[in-house]
Structure formats: structure tokens, C-alpha cells
């Protein structure tokens, strides 16, 4: 703590930065780690394994989904959204004689009269109703598609993972899952975000906004991808997630979101302390990394620390932070951009967690066309750390889970169990 305060105060005193910004040395190369200069100058460490397939399996066919849903956007931001199956048809066609649409909204005002004059008395035995008037929509947005969903094996050669951490991580958060997903066969690839774990890391604000980030995550998207794509993000990599899901709807078999939040465009917090001047970050650092132990873990024993030190979390400079947090602007990423997306979607949340409330992720899955929610009792923030068995098979069998047979789209509303199926006709 001390050496903290005197290099911070150091760094006052000179106007230059604490923290020296440059990559963490590594010479991990030789097992699956490789360097990716996405733009020139600018270089990110990803992990990448190809497992070695003995015996490959010729995917099955799946199923395919009808994915129908009608999104209405009103002038004063209300969302509403209907989605569209054989029971919402019947009652779409149930509606007659100009009817307001099923769950539609309207306006109710007293009907106005000539200037100077009052309204019109009732005709005797009536009473004076209400008109009902159509709020005008906004905008009106219309999904209407089939995707075909699949059991993804590691015997499929068509079959990649991509993992993606959030702020403050490296792709080390993921080793178990890398290990384990790796040992069945499938390939996997994590990258280091920029300014974190091995990757470059430049002196420029501008480096860490959301959309130069997420520009480096389509580059390594393009350069890995095959024909079924997994995405799995935590935290901020959660927002990266979802980009690329919007972006290449087609090359995205399924998503998993482990502690993303809910449906909101990102805006940087004018009252954070991450607008502090960065040796003011710096000096407290210490604090900063007992906070993140203390909200990111259920439990704060010596085992959570070791799991900090090993895995790279929240070892990054105070520039990159600092940068990091104030770059979060993303304002199309709202409740429509969400909406829109027809990725099946699983949804993990670990129920101590301080930095992401349950009710975020429970709307998130209210949101998604196709989203599966699981609530872990033991797990905070970093729960694909502290619990990787439970994480590991809980994707796994996400991964295997298709459709059984083809059928209209019925959304689960809950899901308790490993042995549960995912989805029923």
C-alpha cells in the first residue's frame, strides 16, 4: 500500500503515468498461445487449441425453429413485444372490425369538442365513454425467420468456442474451461482484450472504447470462425458477445452470458471513481483489488486470492482501467437491439453477485427470443472460477442440447435441473 501511494504520488508530481503500459512477457507459444496484430501496432495474445480428432462425427440435422416475434417501439420508449406462434395467430386473426392487435397499448382521452363549446350531452340512459385512440408507434420491428439448432460435439470439425473475458480479466480466467472443453475435442479460442493479460496495450484513451474493442473482436471472429460458432462472454465480454451475434446471425449456432447484465445501452458513470486522475487510481489500487475480491467472489479466503494471482484477474494498469470504464458507451446495444437477436441463449448468474443484480439477467432473458436462465446459489461474479465443474457441465450440456422435434416456438420459463431438457416442443 505504501509503495502504491509514493508511485502515485510520484506520478502527480511528474504528470507521467504510474503504470508502465505494455503487455505482461509470455513465452507460452508453444502451447496454443498465438499473437494476432489486428491493426498495425496493435497486437492481442489469444489462446488457441485444436484438439486432435481420432474419429470425427458427421453432425446431426437438428431441428428447425420458427423464430416469429413483432417489436413495437413508442415515442415515449415503451417496448413492446409479441411473439408470434400458432396461439398468437389464432388470436391475431381472432381480432375483427378494426380491434386493437393482442397486447397492443392505447391512449384514452375524452373526445374534444369545438372550441367554446361543451361536449355533448349523453343520449338518455347512456354514459359518456372514453375514445380509444391507437398510440402511434416509433418504430415497428419484424423478426420473422427458421434457424436451425444443433447438438454441437467435440467430434464436430465444424464446431468452435470462443470465449471472451470483461474488464480487468484474461483470457486465464478461462483455463478451466479451455481444459476442459479442449480435452472433449472441441476447439477453443479466448483472446486477451486489449491493455489486458498479453496483448498490447496502448497509451491512448481511444484504444479501449466500446466499439474499438469490439472491432478487434469481429477481426478475431473472421479469422477463427467456421460454420457453427459457440460464443461464451462474462461480464463487459458479455456486450462483445451479442455485436457479434448481431453481426453474423448465420455463423452463430448458440450464446452463453455468464453475469452480462441486463438489455441497457452502455453509458460511462459520470459519478464513478474511475474518473479519478489515473495515479489517483494507482495509489488505490490495493483497494481496489480487495473490493473486486470481496464483490466478485462469494467467499474471500486464501483460495479466491490464489485463484486472482493464477488466473491474471484484475491485474491490469490504472490507464487501462480508467480507460476501460470511461470507454463503455454503446448506445445501440438497448432493449430492441437485444430484442432482435434469434440466438438461443443461455443465461448463468451467481446469485452473490455485487456487481450484477439478478433482476438484470432476469430481464435480459425476458428480453431474448430464445433464453434459458440459470441461477447458481454458490457463485458471485467470477463463478466460472469458483465453480468450473458446475460451469463446465452446465455448458456442456447446453452445447448438446437441440430441439427434439420441430414445433412452434414455446419459450421455457424454467429450467432447475442438469438432466432437464432445455427446450420442449
Given at each position: ?84 406462434g400458432e396461439r ?85 480466467i478461462w483455463r ?45 471472429f473472421k479469422r ?202
Amino acid at each position: 500500500m505504501l509503495t502504491s501511494f509514493i508511485e502515485g504520488l510520484l506520478c502527480c508530481l511528474t504528470s507521467k503515468s504510474a503504470n508502465t503500459v505494455v503487455p505482461v512477457e509470455t513465452s507460452e507459444l508453444a502451447d496454443g498461445y498465438e499473437f494476432v496484430e489486428v491493426k498495425p501496432g496493435r497486437v492481442l495474445r489469444v489462446r488457441h487449441i485444436i484438439p486432435d480428432r481420432p474419429i470425427e462425427e458427421e453432425p446431426s440435422q437438428g431441428a428447425s425453429v420458427s423464430c416469429k416475434r413483432k417489436i413495437t417501439v413508442y415515442r415515449n420508449g415503451q417496448l413492446f413485444i409479441e411473439n408470434l406462434g400458432e396461439r398468437a395467430s389464432a388470436e391475431l386473426r381472432s381480432c375483427q372490425n378494426g380491434q386493437t392487435e393482442p397486447n397492443s397499448t392505447v391512449e384514452v382521452e375524452l373526445a374534444e369538442s369545438p372550441a367554446g363549446e361543451a361536449p355533448a350531452a349523453p343520449h338518455p340512459g347512456q354514459s359518456q365513454q372514453p375514445r380509444m385512440r391507437r398510440r402511434k408507434p416509433k418504430r415497428t420491428v419484424v423478426i420473422d425467420c427458421e434457424r436451425k439448432i444443433s447438438a454441437c460435439k467435440g467430434t464436430h470439425s465444424d464446431v468452435v468456442l470462443f470465449f471472451i473475458h470483461g474488464v480487468g480479466g484474461s483470457l486465464d480466467i478461462w483455463r478451466s474451461q479451455l481444459d476442459f472443453f479442449s480435452g472433449l475435442g472441441y476447439e477453443v479460442i479466448a483472446p486477451d482484450l486489449a491493455g489486458h493479460g498479453a496483448s498490447s496495450a496502448p497509451q491512448i484513451a481511444a484504444a479501449y472504447t466500446f466499439y474499438a474493442l469490439a472491432e478487434d473482436m469481429r477481426i478475431i471472429f473472421k479469422r477463427y470462425a467456421k460454420k457453427r460458432n459457440i460464443l461464451i462472454g462474462h461480464s463487459y465480454g458479455v456486450s462483445f458477445c451479442t455485436f457479434l451475434a448481431h453481426e453474423f446471425p448465420d455463423q452463430i449456432q448458440k450464446m452463453v452470458m455468464i453475469n452480462g447484465g441486463g438489455p441497457t445501452a452502455l453509458e460511462p458513470s459520470l459519478c464513478s471513481i474511475f474518473n479519478l486522475p489515473t495515479c489517483v487510481l494507482h495509489c488505490l489500487s490495493p483497494l481496489l483489488a480487495w473490493s473486486f475480491l470481496k464483490a466478485g467472489f462469494a467467499r474471500q479466503g486464501a483460495r479466491e486470492k490464489q485463484l486472482l494471482k493464477e488466473n491474471n484477474a484484475f491485474n491490469v494498469s490504472s490507464f487501462v482501467l480508467r480507460a476501460m470504464m470511461s470507454g463503455q458507451y454503446w448506445p445501440e446495444g438497448d432493449e430492441v437491439y437485444h430484442a432482435e437477436l434469434t440466438v438461443p441463449t443461455l443465461l448463468v448468474h451467481g446469485m452473490h453477485d455485487k456487481f450484477v443484480p439478478v433482476e438484470e439477467d432476469q430481464r435480459m432473458a425476458e428480453i431474448l427470443l430464445m433464453a434459458f436462465l440459470k441461477v447458481l446459489e454458490d457463485g458471485s461474479h467470477m463463478v466460472m472460477m469458483e465453480c468450473p465443474e458446475t460451469i463446465n457441465t452446465l455448458l456442456h450440456e447446453f452445447l448438446l442440447w437441440e430441439p427434439a422435434t420441430p414445433a412452434p416456438l414455446k419459450k421455457e420459463t424454467a429450467w432447475t435441473g442438469f438432466t432437464s431438457p432445455f427446450w420442449t416442443g
